[in-house]
């Protein structure tokens, strides 16, 4: 089958299916560019979407690969992870090829992003199927008249078989600020990062591909343009605290984040780039 791209309803909202090689899909939806479901030729989806998500734009969609911008987390006064998760995207271009399909979406600042933020920005994101591998790439340009700062990231919610049995590489020798004890900058002694417990680390200036060992599979994630990688699992009481999420939620999920933690600043008229890869191996 030739890679192609299609329309669909996905849970109620406007989505995009994008069919690579070998049968490889991926689903985008237009609300919040946010990449839903990605399945390599082997058949098994790598992407965790909560059976609890909300379609509605009211929250942020659980799951999948959330876009954050202009800030990370809580890292300034805007709600949590920015302004652009609940915000309706337009396709912007499509295409498939031989080899891969490609979809662009866009979204700009708009009455309501500019009373919470007073800066112009356009921001696209593109997302590329190819038969072993997706690429994301976010795209920021400053449209307004002065410089802008920035933070956010590609939050990606892998799916794992059960997340106690996952194993982290990439990460050995990295410092990282630990959400979970003050902000605190530790150095990490481990060469593999296992979780048995609630994790919410932003690890600096990762430039190493990470490789994720789950059950059977192997996923390797390389960033570029975002230096940091933040690792995120709610485990048990944290997700039960989550409306949005079923109570075994935590077990079946690992967030690795291609982010950038401490703001970019971009002049009047620049473009900056991010970009993720997740490579079946
Ligand atoms: O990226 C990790 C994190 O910032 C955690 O602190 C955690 O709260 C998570 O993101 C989810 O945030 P959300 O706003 O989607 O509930």
Not at 93 to 107: C, I, K, N, P
Not at 216 to 227: E, V
Request: charged residues 20%; aromatic residues 8%.
């Amino acid at each position: 089958m030739k890679p192609s791209i299609e329309s669909i309803d996905f849970h109620g909202i406007e989505a995009l299916r994008l069919i690579g090689p070998r049968g490889a899909t991926a689903i985008i939806s237009k609300l919040g560019a946010q990449v839903l479901s990605w399945v390599p030729p082997d058949g098994k989806e790598r992407l965790f979407l909560s059976d609890n998500a909300v379609f509605d734009g009211s929250v942020a969609i659980r799951g999948g690969i959330p876009v954050c911008f202009p800030q990370f987390g809580q890292l300034g006064d805007l709600p949590r992870h920015g302004l652009v998760r609940t915000c309706q995207w337009s396709v912007n271009s499509q295409r498939a090829g031989d080899d891969f399909a490609l979809v662009t979406m866009e979204t700009s600042s708009d009455e309501a992003t500019l009373t919470l933020w007073p800066h112009a920005f356009h921001a696209e994101l593109a997302l590329m199927v190819e038969a072993d591998r997706i690429d994301m790439e976010l795209c920021i340009t400053n449209t307004g008249g002065s410089p802008l700062s920035f933070t956010g990231a590609l939050h990606t919610y892998l799916r794992v078989p059960q997340v106690e049995e996952a194993v982290l590489e990439g990460l050995h020798g990295l410092e990282y600020r630990d959400a979970l004890d003050d902000n605190r900058v530790v150095r990490e002694a481990h060469e593999e990062l296992t979780i048995d417990r609630e994790v919410d680390r932003v690890y600096l200036n990762a430039k190493r591909p990470q490789l994720l060992h789950a059950g059977k599979q192997s996923l390797a994630m390389q960033n570029q343009g975002f230096p940091d990688v933040v690792v995120w699992n709610p485990f048990v009481d944290r997700c039960a605290e989550m409306k949005d999420m079923p109570a075994n939620g935590w077990r079946h999920m690992l967030c690795v984040e291609a982010a950038a933690t401490r703001p970019i600043t971009l002049p009047a008229g620049e473009e900056w780039y991010g970009r993720q890869t997740l490579v079946v191996v």
